[in-house]
């Protein structure tokens, strides 16, 4: 089975902490994202990139940066955690012109 | 900013019943996708629509890409629990890049 796998299901982290977010992919497909999801807000883009040691910001980059050293890799960085950070937070790649496979999320809660 | 509006935002309905989910944009779509969320998970792609009218089939489920490319629907025929869900339909624009715009979601519950 073709695989999108997030470090972890839940986490609880303190504000101000800097907090890691890992995905990885075994599909070798070159495009990667990072969405969050709220209630009644939806899925919003925060990052994506298309090929190694590239990215782009989505609509909501504020608080966010992200690393992809290697194509199977993307990780999401919250450089200072804040309590409106607390969020579903989706992994999702994809090869061009074909549709996205999704991790199971990372419920993140910071306190 | 080009936006993907779905309706009903909430639908619960008896087992066995039809319903129809729809996704309504002003703007103009390459393709749009429909994709299935269950709690806890990530989304799972159902079907892509590519030609603007298409019809695809996926054993109860029907979709359908409007002829002006704008608009999309999902028709289930004889609901089951098993399509309890937030359904999200998703496209990338006209000559878009890969980024896709997710549409507001349709939370269905299926009563047994």
């Known amino acids: 089975d073709v695989k999108v796998t997030q470090s972890s299901r839940y986490l609880v982290k303190r504000t101000g902490e800097k907090v890691f977010l890992e995905c990885v992919q075994d599909?070798?497909?070159?495009?990667m994202f990072w969405y969050r999801q709220d209630p009644g807000l939806g899925l919003r883009l925060i990052y994506f990139?298309?090929?190694?040691?590239?990215?782009e910001k989505g609509d909501i980059p504020e608080g966010y940066s992200v690393s992809r050293e290697k194509k199977e890799r993307f990780s999401l960085i919250l450089e200072s955690a804040s309590t409106n950070q607390t969020s579903m937070y989706l992994c999702?790649?994809?090869?061009?012109?074909?549709?996205?496979?999704f991790g199971s999320g990372t419920r993140l809660t910071v306190v | 900013t080009q936006l993907l509006e779905q309706s009903p935002q909430f639908l619960s309905i008896q087992e066995g019943e039809n319903l129809t989910v729809y996704c309504n944009s002003s703007?103009?779509?390459?393709?749009l996708q429909w994709y299935r969320q269950e709690p806890g998970e990530g989304p799972v792609l159902l079907v892509t629509?590519?030609?603007?009218?298409e019809v695809k089939k996926l054993k109860r489920l029907t979709f359908q890409f409007g002829d002006a490319r704008k608009d999309s629907s999902l028709h289930i025929t004889a609901a089951q629990p098993g399509d309890t869900g937030l359904y999200l339909c998703?496209?990338?624009?006209?000559?878009?890049?890969?980024?896709?715009?997710f549409g507001t979601g349709t939370r269905l519950t299926i009563i047994p």
């Open positions: 999702a790649s994809s090869r061009t012109g074909r549709g996205y496979t």
């Open positions: 599909m070798d497909h070159e495009n």
């Open positions: 990139s298309y090929d190694v040691k590239m990215k």
């Open positions: 703007s103009v779509f390459s393709s």
């Open positions: 629509v590519v030609t603007g009218g």
């Open positions: 998703a496209g990338p624009p006209w000559g878009g890049n890969e980024k896709l715009t």
